[in-house]
């Protein structure tokens, strides 16, 4: 009887576990029964109450659950790591949240390191299980994905007789190489469209751009004329100074090496999901000169009228604050970094880029 009593007890606490969206929201009690001794594969979201790439990501954890609802060997799992899943978390989570984890029908796992959207997550699921979703279901994720592309699209088509007047008065151009016979090239067209529709969407002085070379050779004159010798490549152009533009035939298959290439040519630090990085914003002689100013700012006032940047004025105002109050630089740092805490969710994009570019300068002159 206490056998049946506690076989009763853990099949009414696992169909407790899943929601209505198909995700099965485990605990540290049953993580090991739920995950690791399910002989399923199991896509674990790690995630936090606080964490707002979390939310963000939430739904997208909640569709791909729905994609494979029909699909017994997969599971999508949740865990809070702030709440009941603190221990798995602390097992499972290295460097923050979300995480997530692939683990196999041994309980082995490895980490999901990409765009988080939906064709990633199911294309890595599918990879690693070996299951593959039938037609209908490939459908419903290519039909998230057009309408996704619907939404926006910032990638501009350049034509080979008009190449170079296209790239004039653009600050920055990145521009795709690619053929129309290449089949790596169409692998890399759907990693150049997120790195220009998610990860530099805010970006508006980057023109992100594709040049195609068709199977009668037309547009192979531009690449002849900038060495380009294999497809596809990345043509990186500041200033619309194409007698100095960048080729790069290099890695295209890690979408981060990809965005390093790019932060590093254009003096951005973002990540794979479009955030700013720490340091975003901070221009180190500036800061140099006003934590060593002692009070005297003469110095630092000449210096930035012969520097340029998005955060040059503030700054400037940084220093007439420093005027007034000596602990200016600590409560605006305060003040913002209770904005992007309590209120970020409520905020525009360009909005959280200008302030955490603000917290960023400021953070580079506290002592």
Same mark, same amino acid.
């Given at each position: 009887?206490?056998?049946?009593? !506690? ?21 540290? $009690? ?24 979390? $939310?963000? &990501? ?21 865990? =809070? ?11 499972? #989570? ?25 064709? @990633? ?20 994720? +290519? ?12 990638? #501009?088509? &350049?034509?080979? =007789? ?34 220009? =529709?998610?990860? *530099? ?5 980057? !023109? ?16 002849? $004329?900038?060495?380009?010798?294999? !497809? ?19 890695? !295209? ?17 973002? %990540? ?6 720490? /340091?975003?914003?901070?221009?180190? +002689?500036?800061?140099? &000169?006003? @934590? /060593? ?16 940047? %998005?955060?040059?004025?503030? *700054? ?36 959280? %880029? ?10 580079? &002159?506290?002592?």
């Amino acid at each position: 009887m206490r056998g049946i009593t !506690l076989l009763l007890f853990t099949l009414i606490s696992l169909a407790l576990a899943y929601s209505p969206s198909n995700v099965i929201q485990a605990n540290d $009690k049953n993580f090991q029964q739920i995950v690791t001794a399910s002989g399923k594969f199991t896509f674990v979201d790690f995630y936090a109450d606080w964490c707002r790439h979390c $939310k963000k &990501l939430s739904p997208v954890v909640d569709q791909l659950s729905t994609l494979f609802a029909d699909y017994p060997q997969i599971q999508v799992v949740k865990i =809070n790591g702030d709440k009941d899943g603190k221990k798995m978390s602390k097992k499972y #989570v290295e460097i923050g949240y979300p995480t997530l984890l692939m683990f196999d029908d041994q309980g082995k796992h490895v980490e999901f390191d990409g765009i988080r959207d939906i064709e @990633a997550f199911s294309n890595f699921i599918q990879q690693f299980s070996g299951v593959r979703l039938d037609k209908s279901r490939q459908d419903e994720v +290519e039909e998230v994905v057009q309408q996704e592309e619907e939404i926006g699209d910032a990638i #501009v088509s &350049l034509k080979p =007789n008009s190449f170079e007047q296209q790239l004039q008065g653009t600050p920055y151009a990145i521009v795709s190489a690619e053929g129309s016979w290449c089949s790596f090239c169409k692998d890399f067209a759907g990693i150049f469209n997120r790195i220009a =529709n998610t990860v *530099y969407a805010r970006n508006k002085n980057i !023109l992100f751009a594709t040049l195609t070379v068709d199977e009668q050779g037309s547009g192979q004159e531009v690449l002849d $004329k900038y060495g380009v010798n294999r !497809l596809p490549a990345l043509l990186l152009v500041k200033d619309g100074n194409l007698d100095n533009a960048v080729v790069y035939e290099g890695d !295209l298959r890690r979408i981060d090496k990809v965005i390093d290439l790019i932060n590093d040519f254009t003096g951005t630090l973002r %990540d794979s999901t479009g955030d700013l990085k720490e /340091g975003a914003g901070v221009i180190s +002689e500036i800061s140099q &000169l006003i @934590a /060593g100013a002692n009070g005297d700012y003469t110095e630092v006032i000449t210096k930035l009228h012969e520097v340029s940047g %998005d955060t040059v004025d503030f *700054y400037k105002s940084v220093v007439e604050s420093l005027l007034i109050n000596p602990n200016a630089i600590n409560l605006e740092y305060n003040r913002i970094g209770s904005i992007l805490n309590k209120d970020v969710d409520k905020l525009s994009g360009v909005t959280i %880029d200008s302030l955490k570019q603000r917290l960023n300068v400021l953070n580079s &002159l506290r002592i």
